[in-house]
């Protein structure tokens, strides 16, 4: 057996393990690469994992916090129904949105730079905000909700942990 083939059994071991473990979705992926991958050149060589791994299997039994979660979630509410929100909800919620965005970019025309150029960064930011408004207020809402998420994580980076802090002032 030439270095490749014990490598490519190998591989092909490693992943007839993992798909023993995986959820069904990740089963078929990997049974999918386990097909395209060429076959071993010889049949000894081929580990008897993968064979057991190609044969189809039943479902592993359900852990006991498994076991729980089903229960509780048949208790709590019938197979195949969902609470959905309410129509009127969902188009209260996605308008409140629309106008809420809106208004933060209004807010930040108003705020910005009175005197400055036509290649001002800052005003070519705040004249593509407010076309986007015009144009999709929609795409406009979930791109404030991204750049918010961003801003928070970008202060939430900044702060100094309490533990380094702490340290910091015992130091002194």
């Known amino acids: 057996m030439t270095d490749a083939e014990a490598v ?11 798909m023993q473990t995986a959820p069904e979705s990740v089963q078929r992926r990997l049974m999918a ?19 057991r791994a190609l044969r ?61 150029g036509p290649l001002n960064s800052h005003m070519l930011v705040l004249r593509t905000l407010s076309l986007l408004s015009e144009l999709s207020p929609d795409y406009l809402h979930r791109f404030m909700v991204h750049t918010d998420t961003l801003l928070w994580l970008d202060e939430a980076s900044a702060r100094p942990k309490p533990a380094a802090a702490a340290k910091a002032r015992k130091a002194r």
């Open 56 to 116: 189809p299997r039943s479902k592993p039994p359900l852990t006991p916090l498994a076991q729980l979660n089903q229960h509780i979630g048949q208790r709590t509410q019938p197979a195949g129904t969902a609470r959905p929100e309410l129509r009127s909800a969902q188009a209260f919620h996605d308008s409140w949105a629309r106008l809420c965005a809106e208004d933060e970019v209004a807010q930040a025309v108003q705020r910005g730079p009175e005197a400055a």
């Open 33 to 51: 690469t386990l097909a395209s991958l060429p076959p071993a050149e010889a049949a000894a060589s081929e580990p008897a994992p993968v064979e």
């Open 8 to 18: 490519r059994a190998h591989y092909r071991a490693a992943l007839a393990r993992r």
